[in-house]
Nanobody, 125 residues
């Protein structure tokens, strides 16, 4: 089973920052696009950000544009989600997912095959 592992969640006050990591010990992330998703209590899961295999293409949900930054370090086999200016509405379980797709110019939030267990992010005063 190919399963990435998230880390870096926690409790932070509004306006604070967290950096989430998505890593894999049993497979290399190089050939996979990576997406970050989140699910808040009582809400559907939503796409937050994605990154292409090369890192040249990224996309963000409108709600996080300008505050979140996705990046990947293939040498460390890790994808990061830097989250700044956090708001209470960012509170959710955050998941990373890996997917292999035909070559394309942009990533999106559909069709990911391998999912992590999630990490909790709580933003509250």
């Amino acid at each position: 089973q190919l399963q990435p592992v998230e880390s870096g969640g926690g409790f932070v006050q509004p306006g604070g920052s967290l950096r989430l990591s998505c890593a894999a010990s049993r497979f290399t992330l190089d050939p996979f696009e990576i997406g970050w998703f989140r699910q808040a209590p009582g809400k559907e899961r939503e796409g937050v950000s994605c990154i292409s295999t090369s890192g040249d293409s990224t996309d963000y949900a409108d709600s996080v544009k300008g505050r979140f930054t996705i990046s990947r370090d293939n040498a460390k086999n890790t994808v990061y989600l830097q989250m700044n200016s956090l708001k209470p509405e960012d509170t959710a379980v955050y998941y990373c997912a890996a997917g292999r797709f035909p070559p394309r110019t942009t990533c999106n939030f559909y069709g990911y095959d391998y999912w992590g267990q999630g990490t909790q992010v709580t933003v509250s005063s």
